[in-house]
């Protein structure tokens, strides 16, 4: 039955929902977005950041500390893997649009391989005193830990809007994608501009994970789900758009809530592929496309 505090409490949830995914997808806005580089091993990364800050959290390192220390280490990760990509199809002329599918897909497999033998397929969480809590607003329980991705989320939006804006490296990851030789004449290495565009977009990926593993517990195979929402996501907001990125993961995050709420949680994972493509279908650059 229709109940207005059903959709005001869906559209709540949906809401944090959304900021959620835009935290989880906003690495592959810049990867896909603005490099045009077929980055499909994101969501496996992902996972891989999650299992990072597990581990720390072992030694009593709260998770979103962890995701703060990995950064670091996961962006020069993401720079190691473009110089290998580079090296492999790109800098030979090969077609990287087939073969660098191929590439990340192999990507994504090892790494779900190396997970599972490592921690076997039992789900991990990790532990801090903001998990499991929640705020109360009236008749509404709002939970901590996607509060807290909903103020990462914003975070990273406003931060790499600001890079990407008002550096001029930033202005260069922005341009690299369409048009290198312009580029060369302001004095910048496009491979440069991009290995270090690809490390910001791994990077990010360890925060996220944080994000990941604080909302949920996390187990090896998980990146399969969030292979369709983060794409989803991206596509929706338009390739390379930051701010888009946000909207559209909101929207993401409302449909699916409102869907969970009156249709039942077997709905759900099938709106992401539906916006998809009906997107695709009507407006092919997404809402805030370039």
């Known amino acids: 039955m229709f109940s207005i505090d059903l959709l005001i ?3 709540i949830f949906g809401l944090l929902l959304g900021c959620f995914y835009a935290a989880v997808s906003i690495g592959l806005s810049v990867a896909f977005g603005l490099l045009d580089v077929p980055h499909v091993a994101h969501p496996a990364m992902l996972i891989l950041g999650s299992y990072g800050v597990y581990l720390l959290g072992l030694y009593g390192v709260d998770p979103i ?9 996961f962006f020069f990760l993401g720079a190691g893997l473009y110089r290998m990509y580079y090296e492999t199809f790109e ?11 191929a590439f990340f897909f192999g990507l994504a ?40 991705a909903f103020g990462v989320a914003l975070v990273l939006t406003a931060g790499l809007t600001a890079y990407l804006s008002r550096t001029f490296t930033g202005r260069a990851i922005k341009a690299v994608g369409q048009d290198e030789a312009a580029l060369r004449l302001m004095g910048a290495d496009p491979v440069r501009i991009k290995q270090i565009a690809f490390g910001i977009a791994t990077g990010v990926n360890a925060l996220a994970g ?16 969030y292979i369709g929402r983060t794409f989803c996501v991206v596509v929706l907001a338009g390739l390379g758009s ?33 916006l998809l493509l009906a997107v695709l279908a009507f407006r092919p650059k997404g809402l805030f496309g370039r």
């Open 9 to 11: 409490e869906a559209l």
């Open 65 to 73: 500390v962890a995701g703060l220390l990995l950064t670091p280490v």
């Open 91 to 101: 800098k030979r002329g090969q077609s990287a649009a087939v073969n660098g599918l």
């Open 109 to 148: 497999f090892i790494i779900e391989v190396l997970l599972v033998v490592a921690f076997g397929v039992d789900q991990r969480s990790a532990e801090a005193g903001y998990i499991g809590g929640s705020l109360k607003l009236g008749e509404f329980r709002l939970p901590f830990r996607l509060l807290v």
């Open 210 to 225: 944080a994000m990941l593993i604080i909302v949920t517990p996390v187990e090896p195979t998980m990146d399969r789900i």
């Open 242 to 274: 930051m701010s888009g990125t946000l909207v559209a993961a909101i929207i993401l995050g409302v449909a699916e809530s409102i869907v969970l709420m009156f249709l039942g949680a077997s709905w759900a994972p099938a709106v992401a592929f539906g």
